[in-house]
């Protein structure tokens, strides 16, 4: 890449630019991105100087690629986001395999901020798990409020004097406050129906 405007911006937008040649190695076009000299480095040594080694992942994703380069152009092909570990760290990366002039290019872009979908799907992950609890906890709530529901209308129907009957209208207004907000606690998702074929 001879245009040194173009290897700045791909590396500040933390895009590789990897081109493989009629050997079938790869060579990368321009200046690597700190995270791709990072991955090299630790790399297995047997598979060191290796795109592969230093990326398990595009293991499975370069048949997929070299099917879009013998397509010549008129197909290109995208991992979709995965994960790489480099360093100690988890980076978000996506692949790219294009054809550009005859050249078999693979662009390796590293995913951040908004691109990152991780810390979105980790916030919802916690907030099943949150509400699953609730759920639980209401449960556990709602059925010793349904049975003192229950054994006050039975003591409300029976013949009680005045004090007593004091005492049972009283219980009776308390469970009724109780089975109201026990109500309004989350249910369990009902079970799906069953349909026939």
Known sequence: MSDPVLVHVLRAV???????????????????????EAAFDAAPAGSRHTLAGALPFLDHFLPVADAAWHDRGAARAESGPFVARVAGDELLLRAL??????????????????????PILQTAR????????????AAGVQA????????????????LGPAHR?????????????QAVAEALPKPPSKGRRFSQ
Not at 126 to 137: D, I, P
Not at 144 to 159: I, Y
Not at 166 to 178: E, R, V
């Open 14 to 36: 933390d895009i590789a630019v990897v081109e493989r040649l009629a050997d079938a190695r790869f060579e990368i076009v321009g200046a690597s991105p700190d995270w791709l």
């Open 97 to 118: 395999a294009v054809t550009l002039d005859h050249r078999s290019l693979l662009l390796i872009e590293r995913l951040t901020g908004d691109a990152d979908t991780r």
């Open 126 to 137: 916690e907030q099943v798990l949150a509400m699953e609890q609730l759920t639980r906890q």
């Open 144 to 159: 010793p409020a349904a049975a003192v529901a229950r054994v006050a209308a039975e003591l409300a129907a029976a013949d």
């Open 166 to 178: 004091t005492i049972a209208d009283a219980l009776a207004a308390a469970s009724a406050q109780l």
